[in-house]
T-cell receptor
Framework: DGGITQSPKYLFRKEGQNVTLSCEQN?????MYWYRQDPGQGLRLIYY???????QKGDIAEGYSVSREKKESFPLTVTSAQKNPTAFYLC????????FGSGTRLTVV | RKEVEQDPGPFNVPEGATVAFNCTYSNSASQSFFWYRQDCRKEPKLLMS???SGNEDGRFTAQLNRASQYISLLIRDSKLSDSATYLCVVISGGFKTIFGAGTRLFVKA
């Protein structure tokens, strides 16, 4: 079955550490997105990519980086510059509508 | 003013009740509208698209009012399993997508 796979499901980051969240899709969608969700808030766009080797900053890109070397993959790196990274991170791809991965819950320890 | 606003709720209703959610948007050029359902600690999943003529899927009815710039979701004969957060999604030209913060629904026996 087609879908989006995010890993890991839970991730713990130490202060000053970079971590990478994986997102893989087999839906053959060109467009992929990373969102951040905080309790009681809507999804906020971090980065998006409309095509391989191209990506754009979203509303809250500071402290994050992405790459899009393959159509299927859109990993997100949370760098040490992101001062408040604890959140629920959702990867999505867009065909007729948005399909989301199951999310990664990142916690700073 | 937020680009997309929803009543944060929560809505607490008994089984069998009819419940309505509204979502207002500020960009009159918005083109596509959706309702998503998000269960606790899970990813959002598409519930239904919203068309100008209104559309129905079983117990769920979605409507769009372009003049007043809002969309609505009506759930009839609510079930315990309808308990979730309901997100409205508004897409303007191109890839500008705004997610509402969501309205939490609790259906009680």
């Amino acid at each position: 079955d087609g879908g989006i796979t995010q890993s890991p499901k839970y991730l713990f980051r130490k202060e000053g550490q970079n971590v990478t969240l994986s997102c893989e899709q087999n839906l053959n969608h060109d467009a992929m997105y990373w969102y951040r969700q905080d309790p009681g808030q809507g999804l906020r766009l971090i980065y998006y990519s409309q095509i391989v080797n191209d990506f754009q900053k979203g509303d809250i890109a500071e402290g994050y980086s992405v790459s899009r070397e393959k159509k299927e993959s859109f990993p997100l790196t949370v760098t040490s510059a992101q001062k408040n990274p604890t959140a629920f991170y959702l990867c999505a791809s867009k065909g007729d509508g948005y399909t989301f991965g199951s999310g990664t819950r990142l916690t700073v320890v | 003013r937020k680009e997309v606003e929803q009543d944060p709720g929560p809505f607490n209703v008994p089984e069998g009740a009819t419940v309505a959610f509204n979502c207002t948007y500020s960009n009159s050029a918005s083109q596509s509208f959706f309702w998503y359902r998000q269960d606790c600690r899970k990813e959002p999943k598409l519930l239904m698209s919203v068309y100008s003529s209104g559309n129905e899927d079983g117990r769920f009815t979605a409507q769009l009012n372009r003049a007043s710039q809002y969309i609505s979701l009506l759930i009839r004969d609510s079930k315990l399993s309808d308990s979730a957060t309901y997100l409205c999604v508004v897409i303007s030209g191109g890839f500008k997508t705004i997610f509402g913060a969501g309205t939490r629904l609790f259906v009680k026996a």
